[in-house]
């Protein structure tokens, strides 16, 4: 399977949205009602921090896994 950087790029700005928009609205203490539970500001958080991990695995298959000057997707 070949990793691309933009897919590790696409997952870094998805956990750096997610870990931004929880902390305000951890900060706020707003709490959105869905799906009959509410959703805080400490679950966007745990989002943005498994995102994170999981582009960070990412990276060091890509890392491990490439051959040569591939590591720059040239």
């Given at each position: 399977?070949?990793?691309?950087?933009?897919?590790?790029?696409?997952?870094?700005?998805?956990?750096v949205i997610a870990n931004t928009i929880g902390a305000?609205?951890?900060?706020?203490?707003?709490?959105?009602?869905?799906?009959?539970?509410?959703?805080?500001g400490s679950q966007i958080l745990t989002v943005g921090?498994?995102?994170?991990?999981?582009?960070?695995?990412?990276?060091?298959?890509?890392?491990?896994?490439?051959?040569?000057?591939?590591?720059?997707?040239?």
């Amino acid at each position: 399977m070949k990793i691309k950087y933009k897919y590790i790029v696409i997952i870094a700005a998805l956990a750096v949205i997610a870990n931004t928009i929880g902390a305000l609205v951890k900060i706020l203490h707003w709490e959105f009602p869905i799906a009959g539970f509410g959703i805080g500001g400490s679950q966007i958080l745990t989002v943005g921090t498994a995102f994170w991990i999981i582009g960070a695995v990412l990276l060091i298959i890509k890392a491990i896994t490439s051959k040569g000057s591939d590591i720059l997707n040239r």
